[in-house]
């Protein structure tokens, strides 16, 4: 057997230091990019170590709300309200020459939520819950206990979808009132309500979306909370409760192109609310200020490009009864309304609640805009006739 030359085992030598090299290269290399990794995740693994478990929301996480919740399911009621609605049987001219102006009777019903907010009975809840259309409404309160108790109806404001309810009861479980001009958009908010008429006290959870929403339609005095926490048909009269535990709104409807629940849920302010209550177990009826003869347009910022406004606020007086008291002290159609006793009107949702909130018998002092130009008018406030009033 041939013995290899010098030359090539000096080769073979050569290319073993040269792998060996190599090995060594990609091996000190693993390591090197192991202890990396390891430098990279050690902040984040100490991070996740000190945030607190449950799920993420403000602050690292979300409020523990089960004590508030507890507390709160307790004052929130289901409502049923029937009452009886008469119609003729049939509007055929024939049938009614042979047989007479015959009337049908049948019951209506409706269902929804409330709210207790007084230890000795006080409910409220909207109008249109109580409200089915029909005379002679009966209505009973259903408490977390169960007890179901008939109900008084101390008063009903349909301007403001809310209704007062009296129960005979004591020591009743209350939610505190809160100032819902001090909500704040993303704040936690609960909403509480039995939806359907079948869950009851059921509790969802979102945020304040907006406030001051106004949606044509619902109410004339129209400022309501906006929240994604789900509400659905039954939850009308619940309660909307802030991270507090504080009563700030009342649950009154859904915005929905389907029906259903779409994340969009409206409530009356706790304010508004509250003065309403006030005014109904006071005189059963809202006494509102209004100046007659007048008809009013929202502003959009073409109308405010053509008449000259500055911008959109406001509200446009579209017609004016040459008769009326408005006719008198100046006001013309095309005007636009800009402030109300030095307040701006943001709109006519807010002309509205200022001109209800006014003193009747006052002299309201509006500037206004006309042909581009600023002007001042003094309107007398007279008393808007109540569409219900006090009903036992």
Same mark, same amino acid.
């Given at each position: ?15 073993? /230091? ?24 050690? %902040? ?18 979300? %409020? ?112 505190? =009132? ?9 704040? =936690? ?21 907006? *406030?001051?929403?106004?949606? $044509?339609?619902?109410?004339?005095? $129209? ?55 006030? $005014? ?29 406004? %500055?911008?959109?606020?406001?509200? /446009?007086? *579209?017609?004016?009864?040459?008769? +009326? ?7 013309? %159609? ?24 006014? $003193?009747?018998? +006052? ?22 006739q109540p569409t219900r009033g006090r009903r036992r």
């Open positions: 057997m041939k013995t290899a030359s010098p030359f090539m085992r000096r080769l073979i030598v050569v290319l073993l /230091l040269v792998i060996a090299g190599l090995a060594f290269r990609v091996g000190a290399g693993l390591v090197n990019a192991s202890r990396e990794r390891q430098a990279e995740d050690a %902040p984040a693994a100490a991070a996740q170590s000190s945030v607190p478990q449950g799920r993420p929301g403000l602050g690292g996480q979300l %409020p523990d709300l089960t004590g508030i919740a507890e507390r709160a399911v307790s004052a929130v009621t289901s409502i049923t309200s029937t009452s009886t609605i008469r119609t003729p049987l049939s509007n055929d001219p024939f049938y009614r020459f042979f047989y007479g102006d015959r009337i049908f009777e049948r019951q209506a019903q409706s269902l929804g939520s409330g709210v207790i907010v007084s230890a000795d009975g006080y409910v409220v809840t909207n109008n249109h819950v109580v409200d089915s259309g029909g005379s002679r409404p009966e209505v009973s309160v259903i408490l977390a206990d169960k007890r179901e108790l008939p109900a008084k109806i101390i008063g009903l404001d349909q301007q403001t979808d809310l209704a007062v309810l009296k129960i005979e009861a004591r020591n009743l479980p209350t939610i505190p =009132w809160g100032d819902s001009s001090k909500l704040k958009v993303a704040e =936690w908010v609960l909403a509480i309500g039995n939806p359907f008429g079948v869950f009851s006290q059921t509790v969802t959870l979102g945020i304040v979306s907006a *406030t001051g929403r106004s949606v $044509e339609g619902l109410s004339a005095y $129209e400022d309501f909370i906006q929240t994604d926490a789900a509400i659905n048909r039954g939850n009308s009269g619940g309660a909307l409760i802030n991270a507090r535990g504080e009563l700030v709104g009342i649950n009154s409807a859904i915005y929905s192109e389907t029906g259903g629940y779409q994340g969009i849920g409206l409530a009356v302010p706790s304010n508004l609310v509250r003065q309403t209550m006030e $005014e109904l177990i006071k005189n059963g009826v809202i006494r509102r200020g209004t100046v007659y003869g007048i008809t009013l347009q929202a502003m959009t910022a073409e109308i405010a490009q053509q008449l000259g406004a %500055p911008d959109a606020k406001g509200v /446009l007086v *579209t017609r004016v009864d040459p008769r +009326s008291q408005a006719a008198e002290s100046g006001l013309r %159609p095309g005007d636009v309304i800009a402030t109300f006793n030095s307040r701006t009107i943001e709109g006519a949702s807010h002309f509205l609640r200022l001109l209800g909130a006014a $003193e009747i018998g +006052s002299t309201a002092t509006m500037a206004i805009i006309r042909d581009g130009r600023r002007a001042t008018v003094r309107v007398p406030i007279e008393e808007e």
